[in-house]
């Protein structure tokens, strides 16, 4: 089981006058086969967080660990945009980051291209994808190193509203069959709603807001009466805690 | 003339308006309508030293039968200057690279050397080809010489241009894999620097030659640029504006068949083009989610 602890953390950019406090004495714990959303504004800190929990940045104080069953925990990333190497094609781009690259490797970065229904396109290079398809070779890149964790930070801000819809559903399919532990950004509350079992919602400043359950059935429809309360309710909890400009 | 047909097309017509609509018959015709001006214009030039199209010709089909008046046919002229181009750029590439890939790496040194590269960009060939007349006497010594302080200082700028150009979010990717550093050089850092590498080949080249020719204008006994300095000296138009047509006809070569298909194979990966500039642009770059506006900071 994965278990990623943060204890007291603290981030800041800059010196005296101009010092930012990124992420503010952050405690946190994520266990199990659990979908974790990070909310918030702009500015709160939640890409700085996934920066630091996959080695991109160091914290200022406090620690982060993340385990599997004791050990080092393997670690998946998908990014906003989809940071494909434009001069691979799509399985190269995938057995890059794999740990082995051996015949066992090749096999599961196929299966994990047919999870995303992209097995066709093994020799295409990025620039032939659509934005979508980009995105979603980027999804089987993370899956298939068969992550502990799978880090998540706004992966369809960048795509149109339906492409976004599709994603989501084969990113849902692909929890489901794998329990991974997954923690995803994101600015879209309904994203969230419809994806996650547990919200933490982020502040300005860097702080931990609130930090909810959400024990509604999967799959979760946003025209369902219940979703749609989920989703009002927590936006009703941004403006409570003063977090959306009036 | 073949045209392919397409089934239930109408069939293929010897139509002008189509010949003309090709791509390579705006280029036949615009070297043609050259010629052809040429030759109506001569009468009323002011000067009887300009040779007629058909005299130059002549004169450069001579050329290229070996049947020449001057020391050297255009073959051994233009084998003398190859082996003095490519003997500089070596040396150009050998000291260019370093320097460039540690101006790149490294802000101290980069600002050491800076206004050295800069001053070399200025330079005009010209004051290299003279100075190295002076200093080092005629022929390989000024002419290879000439090509090195002609060339390096482009080897060097794009260099330096592709070492801080390495994508930054292709890098922090692979970290976040935890992918091993050899990797990251191989498949991230030398990749994202072919195309400043090419860059400094075409115009490290490019600039080598220059400053060549006019090495062997002033400080040469062989090659191309002497020739052309021979009929300059012998008053005879048709030879220098032949060589001038030889030097064109070189570069395009080179142009055609090295470069481009170098770069067709080497950037087969990009999406596909008339023609385009060997640097990534950083719009180029966000195409593919690379640039730095690609993500969102917080």
């Known amino acids: 089981m994965a278990e990623i602890r943060i204890d007291h953390l603290h981030k800041a950019f800059g010196q005296d006058e101009d010092k930012v406090i990124a992420l503010e004495d952050v405690n946190l714990e994520i266990s199990g086969a ?213 | 003339m073949a045209q392919t047909q397409t089934a239930g097309a109408r069939p293929a017509t010897f139509s002008p308006r189509r010949i003309l609509r090709q791509r390579r018959s705006a280029r036949v015709l615009s070297v043609v309508l050259f010629l052809l001006g040429w030759q109506l214009l001569l009468p009323v030039l002011p000067t009887a030293l300009i040779p007629a199209p058909a005299e130059v010709l002549g004169f450069m089909w001579d050329e290229i039968r070996g049947d020449t008046l001057g020391r050297t046919t255009v073959w051994e002229a233009f084998a003398i200057s190859l082996r003095r181009l490519f003997a500089g750029f070596t040396i150009a590439f050998l000291i260019g690279l370093p320097v460039g890939l540690l101006m790149g790496a490294n802000r101290w040194i980069d600002r050491m050397f800076k206004d050295f590269v800069l001053v070399g960009l200025a330079m005009p060939s010209l004051v290299w080809a003279l100075l190295t007349g002076l200093w080092f006497g005629l022929d390989s010594g000024a002419t290879i010489i000439t090509v090195v302080l002609a060339a390096t200082p482009f080897v060097i700028i794009n260099t330096l241009e592709g070492v801080r150009d390495v994508p930054r979010e292709l890098t922090d990717m692979a970290r976040s894999f935890h992918v091993p550093r050899t990797h990251v050089i191989r498949h991230v850092i030398f990749p994202s620097l072919m195309p400043f590498f090419f860059a400094s080949l075409r115009y490290g080249l490019a600039n080598g030659w220059k400053g060549l020719v006019l090495a062997e204008v002033f400080a040469a006994t062989s090659g191309a640029g002497w020739n052309i300095r021979y009929w300059y000296d012998a008053h005879r138009a048709q030879g220098v504006i032949g060589y001038a047509f030889f030097f064109i006809i070189f570069a395009l070569i080179v142009e055609r068949l090295v470069f481009q298909r170098l770069s067709n194979r080497v950037f087969r990966w990009r999406p596909s083009d008339d023609v385009g500039p060997d640097e990534l642009t950083a719009k180029e770059l966000d195409q593919y989610g690379v640039a730095a506006g690609g993500d969102v900071a917080m």
């Not at chain 1, 970065?109 to 066709?120: G, I, N, Q």
């Not at chain 1, 489901?176 to 419809?194: I, L, M, P, S, Y």
């Not at chain 1, 509604?216 to 369902?224: C, I, Q, V």
Request: charged share 30%; net charge neutral; hydrophobic share 40%.
């Open chain 1, 34 to 246: 659990v979908f974790v959303s990070i909310v918030g504004p702009s500015g709160c800190g939640k890409s700085t967080l996934l920066n630091i929990l996959s080695d991109i940045e160091t914290p200022t104080s406090g620690s982060v660990s993340i385990t599997q069953d004791g050990g080092k925990a393997k670690i998946g990333y998908v990014f906003q945009a989809a940071r494909l190497l434009p001069w691979r094609n799509v399985m190269d781009n995938l057995m890059f980051v794999q740990p082995e690259r051996d015949d066992a490797a090749r096999k599961r970065c196929r299966e994990y291209l047919e999870m995303v229904h992209l097995e066709h396109t093994v020799k295409k290079y990025p620039a032939e994808l659509s934005g979508g398809m980009q995105q979603r070779v980027g999804i089987a890149r993370a899956f298939a190193i068969e992550p502990d964790v799978l880090f998540m930070d706004e992966p369809f801000s960048h795509l149109d509203a339906i492409t976004a819809r599709g994603l989501r559903r084969e990113l849902h399919e692909m929890w489901k069959a794998t329990r991974k532990t997954v923690v995803f950004v994101t600015h879209d509350v309904g994203e969230a709603v419809e994806l996650s079992n547990r919200v933490i919602i982020f502040g300005k400043g860097g702080q931990i807001r609130e930090d909810m359950t959400l024990d509604l059935p999967f799959p979760r429809d946003a025209a369902d009466d219940k979703v749609a309360l989920a989703k009002a309710n927590i936006l009703r909890r941004f403006e409570e805690l003063d977090l959306i400009a009036r």
